[in-house]
């Protein structure tokens, strides 16, 4: 199979592209790819430096004659997010991802495949690599742990990089030309509270699972209307809470922040006389949600199986709070942009919610192109569960990319891609985040585009990417650095 992968055209960028799917490389563990990066770039005899939060930077020279023309820095993120399906046995910080063909895609099984944002990469370090190619001087900037908190792009000094236009490679639809991209900020929510030890004589114990549902990317497909599995399950639980007499032992939805949760599991009790009404209750809302999503998600799976009883539950009091502001919470899309017709401008992800002894941690990403909609999305989400008693935090905001429809790179590579390919790119704003935005606070003078070839479900395990887009964003990149 790696044999398959690497001769796919152009070889040379699927050829990196299969490096990177050998390196466990999720966010926070970066040693490991980072030195794969270095060690490339001082074999081929490139100045390679690394800064101190681990982003690393190549620069190679102009080929001949064009010395004087502006330096392109090519930007891609090292980090993948890691997502499996249920019971699928993969280490992500051992094990290599298992890459396979399908046609004219490339996917990984029952994993996320990493091309978010691997082929970024793999692209840049081909154009480091070959000399065949016309262009200016150029660096590559490699950034670390950007799915989590995009730790390298805040990290980055003003004067490491010395690019007066930057190429993000870290689009997701080839044949487009971004300009800019959504903001974002996390909340972090939490319940404090003391176990409660009695459970009522007669009582049984039900673990519920939610299973199947698609995910996705919380920004990319956020506009595609996917279930949210903690959202499903706690309209549930609200109604068995209600009408069944359930309490709430133990909650787990969601595992990352900028990920749409695909799955959810809670325990409860109920009086053993109201099991069998229960059974009935979740097949009933399993074929609810199966029509509900009729079209968007086809494999939802909602089932219940008795369990040894918890040796506590979640106090009653906060049960309900937790259930009414989960409730009550926004969740997916918002509002759209007027400039940009059919592109979000902010929306709310319900990412986690998980119990442990003694606490409950509820984690959302807000997103959205504007500054004061961004906080006032949050405002409103904090004083869902403020009202609930919870304790609410912000963390991790970063301002959005600001679109320049008149920059001189835009117009370059609108002409470039249109002498290529016979048709005019669209020009547009994306709704996921990208380090455009926060690597333009250190550096406001530089010009920028984000390009990439079609990609599809990032952040979930049916994450896929187009073997023939790859070409052409290749073909792209070549004819933007000559005409540069």
């Not at 001769?7 to 040379?12: C, D, H, S, T």
Request: charge should be negative.
């Amino acid at each position: 199979m790696s044999a398959e992968i690497r001769n796919l055209a152009p070889q040379a960028v699927w050829g990196y592209f299969y490096e990177f799917t050998q390196i466990p490389r999720p966010t926070g563990h970066m040693e490991a790819v980072t030195s794969y990066v270095k060690v490339f770039g001082n074999k081929l005899g490139l100045e390679t430096l690394q800064d101190e939060v681990g982003n690393v930077l190549i620069r190679k020279p102009a080929s001949p004659g064009r010395e004087g023309r502006k330096t392109v820095t090519l930007q891609s993120h090292l980090d993948m997010v890691p997502q499996k399906n249920v019971n699928v046995d993969h280490d992500f910080l051992k094990d290599p991802i298992q890459a396979y063909i399908d046609g004219d895609w490339l996917t990984a099984r029952d994993t996320t495949l990493g091309a978010d944002n691997a082929i970024g990469a793999a692209l840049a370090m081909a154009v480091l690599a070959d000399n065949t190619l016309v262009h200016g001087p150029v660096e590559t900037l490699f950034t670390v742990d950007e799915e989590v908190g995009m730790d390298g792009a805040f990290g980055l000094k003003p004067g490491f990089l010395k690019g007066d236009i930057l190429l993000n490679c870290d689009s997701e639809e080839e044949g487009e030309l971004f300009v800019g991209c959504a903001g974002g900020a996390d909340l972090n929510i939490s319940f404090q509270y003391k176990d409660d030890t009695f459970i009522p004589e007669g009582d049984v114990a039900v673990k519920l699972s939610l299973t199947g549902l698609k995910g996705g990317h919380s920004g990319v497909d956020i506009h595609l209307g996917r279930a949210n599995a903690n959202k499903l399950l706690f309209r549930f639980l609200k109604e068995a809470v209600c009408d069944y007499g359930a309490r709430l032992a133990a909650v787990e939805g969601g595992s990352l922040r900028n990920a749409i949760p695909r799955e959810a599991f809670a325990v409860i009790t109920i009086p053993g006389d109201n099991a069998e009404a229960l059974w009935e209750l979740v097949a009933d809302y399993a074929d609810m949600c199966q029509q509900e999503y009729k079209g968007i998600e086809e494999n939802i799976t909602f089932v219940a199986e008795m369990v040894d009883l918890p040796a506590t539950l979640i106090p009653e009091e906060i049960q309900d709070s937790l259930i009414n502001a989960i409730e009550g919470c926004q969740n997916g899309v918002i509002s759209m942009l007027h400039d940009f017709p059919g592109t979000v401008e902010s929306s709310s992800n319900l990412a986690v919610v998980v119990s442990s002894e003694g606490v409950i941690e509820v984690k959302i990403l807000v997103r959205s192109s504007s500054e004061t909609r961004k906080y006032a999305v949050c405002s409103s989400l904090e004083s869902v569960f403020a009202l609930a008693g919870a304790k609410v935090e912000y963390g991790g905001a970063y301002n959005g990319w600001q679109p320049n429809i008149n920059s001189p790179i835009l117009n370059i590579m609108l002409e470039t891609y249109t002498k290529l390919y016979g048709k005019t790119p669209a020009v547009k704003v994306m709704h996921a985040g990208l380090e455009c935005g926060i690597i333009q606070g250190n550096y406001p003078d530089m010009d920028m585009i984000s390009i990439g070839p079609d990609l599809e479900f990032p952040h979930s395990p049916d994450e896929r990417i187009n073997i023939s887009s790859v070409a052409k964003t290749w073909e792209f990149i070549k004819a933007t650095l000559a005409a540069i």
